[in-house]
């Protein structure tokens, strides 16, 4: 596996996170501040949610604490969590009614959000790729 270093002028953002019940919301803060701060702020509202549900996934399924790193890289925002679980979750799966759980993975989907798991030894991380210039479907971002 090659892991590359993001160019010294990539915007990103890295922050270790304890696993409670505070974490998504702290989540949520540090994220909408810091793309604010790095002049990304059209999807703000769309990256919340997807760091919202990440951040929920890793506080409800892993006992230990995760890392939320924001990468912005040629107008697409890498949103990452990793954690210490190396159950990988079925990225894929629709949930049809009457089934608990996996909303938020197809919360993530319908934002335009691409979702890729890249497992390693002791847990994983769990990237959703988001275009900071258009919403799903290809509608522009109005400034």
């Known amino acids: 596996m090659t892991i590359t270093a993001a160019a010294p002028d990539t915007p990103r953002h890295s922050v270790a996170l304890p696993c409670g019940l505070r974490s998504p919301a702290a989540a949520r803060r540090i994220t909408a501040r810091w793309l604010d701060a790095a002049g990304c702020g059209a999807r703000t509202a769309d990256a919340v949610t997807i760091v919202s549900e990440l951040v929920t ?9 995760c890392r939320l790193t924001l990468t912005v890289r040629a107008g697409v925002l890498d949103i990452a969590v990793a954690d210490d679980s190396e159950v990988i979750p079925d990225v894929h799966r ?20 691409a979702v890729t798991v890249v497992p390693r030894l002791g847990g994983k991380t769990v990237h959703v790729a988001l275009a900071l210039g258009a919403r799903p479907g290809g509608a522009p971002v109005p400034p």
């Not at 197809?106 to 934002?111: K, P, S």
């Open 94 to 113: 629709r949930t049809p009614g009457g089934e608990r759980g996996g909303f938020g993975l197809d919360i993530v989907r319908r934002l335009g959000g």
């Open 57 to 65: 996934n890793a506080v409800r399924h892993t006992r230990g604490p």
